[in-house]
């Protein structure tokens, strides 16, 4: 009986102390709670180095400038006899321009150019993609949304006569569309203009042009006229500077990004639809995506944009370069460079085709991946808009239910992949799959008209890729997803790697060949989260060269040609110390592909002294990093044993 009691008291004990402690642990979890709720309430810049660490600084060579390329130095002014425009010229010249950030920014710098060639005054350009039509709001005008008119103006009077708009004589006339019209290629030549556009301004005092291929003026000009390529440079680098406000939120951005004191990495995917469709690469994508990207390569047969077949194979593609590196691509890229788990990197380009999906390897991998919305509250992209009247949002209406005997037919008639759309008549179509922008594919065979939503939204992008621009040019090192991809249309990294080549031509720039880096991808994508170490060897040398001069010379034979903005060397560069004869390479047109630039005048020179003696004095030249890295012995590698480069989380199962 006594035994008995005992274990009843026994019992009762226990009950108390579980009751307690289960007390003791939601009060903790509460308090917990409450304080998450009010660190999620802070903004991330406020903590975001906190949120960091201590930041790994085994390499720090990974970010500091690339030393071989520190005697270059901007010069753009007019080097030969250069006289000022007459205000008695051929007439005026207005212009459209269709497309998006980096079209606008490249056809702008040949209108200039083109004005200047024809002797004309330049009417401020209208840009479609930002008229008030689109929603925008009452506050900007077309130019003025992106770019500063009053500087645009002011600094180019010494070479072109801009105007705001037509006189008040001329407007009826421009309305009843009574001045010729031109649609030039973005090939087309100075001879083109000089004569089929020149007899025709003089005739008419007004003509205007359409731009919607990024750009109205071949890329290579005749060697006689290296002027009008400084022309270009002082458009691109100096005279469209963007508009205050996106200047200002811009610069808090990289402040928030070093406000820990580290470096950061700007990347740009390029995982663009347009350019997807173009070069064929629907098959390294799934089902859906792959539906969006066959749908627009077809628009663009038809418009005779490309003379291909629609479908390609996309991992040949790939292979010879012309695809984009995807995400999880670039981080083991990243990973065998050396660059640590806790390195910042800044994710640039307001269209990321695909969504969050692709990024979540890149992400696992580079957790302090972050973005505008990462780094801007709503109020400041919100202030950033200005006051715009509101819109109804995008609603989805379901369309009628097809019959059994209509799926039927449509799936015998789909084709083989990669168009898998329409599913068989057994699988019906999910409610998820039919919301969202991408909904109308799953039921209709035509994209449905842009909503007025959607016109807004496409000229908000023109800001998210200013923004994105003006961050990727301060970033330490810029990665470039996808550049030089031989459409012959302008894109977002080359403009960033040519204005940082202008700018600050010794900052790491990565140039890859997408060829080489996919050759040696095939080489161990069976097992791409274990390379051997020869892999990551050849990894490093082909990246670290780029850097320097080889990835200059490449640069300079193929993407020049396409874009001269990506490339403005050595038209628009100068030297502190003249390069050796031995190390300048020319074409078969005697053209320079490396080296030829002129030598700095003094007032460069003295600024350069004077900014060298700022930095630090013992840097060494990191394109030689490679020949360090090789002199590892192999016991050190052995201890490594390729996870500390890969500084992979250990309760990570690469396979995932």
Request: hydrophobic fraction near 35%; aromatic fraction near 8%; charge should be neutral.
């Amino acid at each position: 009986m006594v035994f008995r009691s005992r274990i009843k008291w026994i019992a009762l004990l226990v009950l108390i102390l579980s009751v307690g402690s289960l007390v003791v642990h939601l009060s903790i979890t509460k308090s917990s709670s409450v304080q998450l709720a009010s660190y999620a309430r802070g903004t991330l810049w406020q903590d975001f180095d906190s949120l960091l660490g201590t930041q790994d600084f085994r390499n720090k060579h990974l970010w500091r400038p690339v030393k071989s390329l520190e005697t270059l130095q901007p010069y753009a002014n007019p080097r030969n006899s250069y006289p000022a425009p007459s205000s008695t010229n051929n007439g005026f010249i207005y212009a459209k321009i269709f497309g998006g950030f980096d079209k606008i920014r490249s056809s702008i710098c040949d209108l200039v150019t083109i004005s200047r060639l024809l002797n004309a005054t330049l009417i401020i350009p209208e840009l479609q993609e930002s008229l008030r039509s689109k929603g925008i709001s009452n506050k900007f005008k077309s130019f003025s949304y992106l770019y500063d008119e009053e500087q645009f103006i002011s600094f180019l009077k010494n070479d072109v006569i801009i105007a705001k708009a037509l006189p008040e004589s001329l407007k009826a006339a421009r309305k009843r569309n009574e001045f010729p019209l031109f649609k030039p290629k973005n090939s087309a030549s100075p001879k083109f203009y000089l004569e089929e556009v020149l007899p025709k301004l003089k005739k008419a005092n007004v003509i205007g042009l359409v731009v919607s291929g990024g750009g109205c003026l071949q890329s290579t000009l005749p060697a006689s006229m290296p002027e009008l390529q400084r022309l270009r440079c002082r458009v691109a680098f100096h005279a469209l500077q963007l508009r205050s406000e996106i200047q200002v939120l811009g610069k808090k951005m990289v402040d928030r990004l070093r406000k820990s004191g580290q470096p950061f990495l700007a990347y740009h995917p390029g995982l663009v639809r347009d350019k997807l469709a173009y070069h064929g690469c629907a098959e390294l994508f799934q089902d859906l995506h792959s539906e969006l990207i066959q749908y627009r390569r077809a628009q663009m047969i038809r418009q005779k944009f490309i003379s291909e077949e629609l479908i390609v194979d996309s991992h040949l593609r790939r292979d010879n370069g012309l695809c984009p590196l995807m995400p999880e691509e670039v981080g083991i890229l990243l990973k065998a460079l050396g660059y640590s788990q806790k390195a910042i990197i800044y994710l640039a380009g307001s269209e990321i085709f695909g969504g969050q999906r692709v990024l979540i390897p890149l992400r696992a991998m580079f957790p302090n991946l972050v973005d505008r919305t990462s780094l801007c509250s709503t109020e400041e992209l919100s202030e950033l808009v200005g006051p715009e009247t509101p819109l109804p949002e995008n609603t989805y209406e379901m369309p009628p239910r097809k019959s059994d005997k209509q799926l039927k037919e449509e799936w015998n008639k789909a084709g083989p992949r990669p168009r898998p759309l329409p599913p068989p008549p057994d699988r019906p179509i999910y409610q998820h799959e039919k919301e969202g922008w991408y909904g109308w594919i799953t039921e209709n065979d035509t994209e449905p008209t842009p909503s007025p939503m959607d016109l807004r939204n496409q000229a908000h992008r023109l800001l998210w890729d200013a923004l994105d621009f003006v961050v990727s040019v301060e970033a330490d090192v810029f990665f470039p997803g996808f550049n030089n991809d031989g459409s012959r249309l302008p894109d977002f990294s080359s403009l960033v790697m040519g204005q940082r080549i202008y700018e600050r031509p010794s900052s790491r720039t990565y140039r890859l060949d997408r060829k080489v880096i996919q050759q040696l991808f095939n080489v161990t994508r069976e097992d791409m989260y274990h390379p051997n170490r020869n892999w990551t060897v050849r990894v490093r040398e082909h990246l670290n060269s780029s850097l320097g001069e080889s990835g200059l010379i490449r640069q300079s034979m193929l993407s020049k040609p396409r874009l001269f903005l990506s490339h403005p060397l050595p038209e628009c560069s100068c030297r502190t110390s003249p390069l050796e004869d031995s190390r300048q390479i020319r074409s078969d047109d005697g053209r320079f592909i490396y080296g030829g630039e002129d030598e700095c005048p003094k007032w460069i020179k003295s600024a350069g002294v004077e900014k060298s003696k700022t930095d630090d004095g013992d840097q060494p030249d990191y394109e030689h990093d490679l020949l360090t890295e090789q002199s590892e012995t192999e016991e050190e590698f052995a201890k490594s044993k390729v996870a500390s480069a890969f500084d992979q989380d250990e309760e990570w199962d690469p396979n995932d």
